[in-house]
């Protein structure tokens, strides 16, 4: 057995980091993914994830990936909005090496979807799925008029090929406001085309109660 958190060793820097709020494994047992979306701040943090590989019976801690000013980043993570909780949610497929993190409080809670990718043994940014307020951010549809707390990414699901994201929205609201009975919520899709690195958003998926999308 290997205790991951001490494994990251010094990587690991804040106390109330909440190292462990979600974790994920590759398919093939050997890359694990954990999130900890405290770093920095707490029950407001930034957040970060962090990535270990195992050979054989043994565990390493491999790269840490996190939002600027994040401390002992192996990746710095961009396009975030204020204190985003990254890796609230995270989900690893290992045919393509992908990796997807949710952010639910990025952007004042509009939420956000963090997309990476593995190349070797090397980790980079692809694409972040968001309101389209930066360049290198795509933006996703769909809001009701006024809505301004959706927090996209809360929960997350990754196709077997790595090429389509399910992304959910809990505090999306059916006319405009939030808060209370109207979070109705919402549950977007999104595609990559194979060995693309742009992602389209495909569906959107709301009660009947609420605003426009196909009706559940």
Do not use: H, M
Not at 65 to 78: N, Q, R
Not at 92 to 116: D, E, F, H, K
Not at 128 to 136: C, D, L, N, R, S
Not at 139 to 152: E, K, M, R
């Amino acid at each position: 057995q290997a205790d991951l958190r001490t494994l990251a060793g010094a990587a690991i820097v804040s106390t109330v980091a909440e190292f462990g709020y979600s974790a994920n494994i590759s398919s093939d047992g050997d890359t694990a993914v954990v999130g900890s979306p405290g770093e920095v701040g707490g029950a407001t943090g930034l957040g970060a994830v962090y990535i270990y590989l195992r050979t054989g019976s043994t565990w390493a801690f491999q790269a840490k990936l996190g939002l600027a000013t994040v401390p002992s980043c192996t990746i710095t993570l961009t396009l975030n909005t204020g204190n985003s909780r990254l890796g609230s949610d995270c989900f690893l497929i290992i045919y393509g090496n992908t990796l997807a993190i949710g952010a639910p409080a990025n952007n004042s809670n509009r939420g956000a979807v963090w997309i990476c990718v593995r190349n070797v043994a090397t980790w980079s940014q692809q694409i972040v799925i968001g309101t389209p307020t930066a360049a290198g951010r795509y933006g996703y549809t769909g809001f009701s008029t006024g809505i301004t707390v959706t927090q996209l990414g809360y929960s997350i699901q990754l196709s077997a090929s790595g090429n389509t994201l399910v992304a959910g929205g809990p505090r999306d609201g059916s006319n405009g406001t939030t808060g209370g009975t109207l979070d109705t919520g919402a549950v977007w899709v999104f595609q990559r085309a194979t060995g693309a690195t742009t992602w389209t958003q495909q569906a959107l998926f709301r009660l009947a109660t609420a605003a426009a999308g196909v009706v559940l």
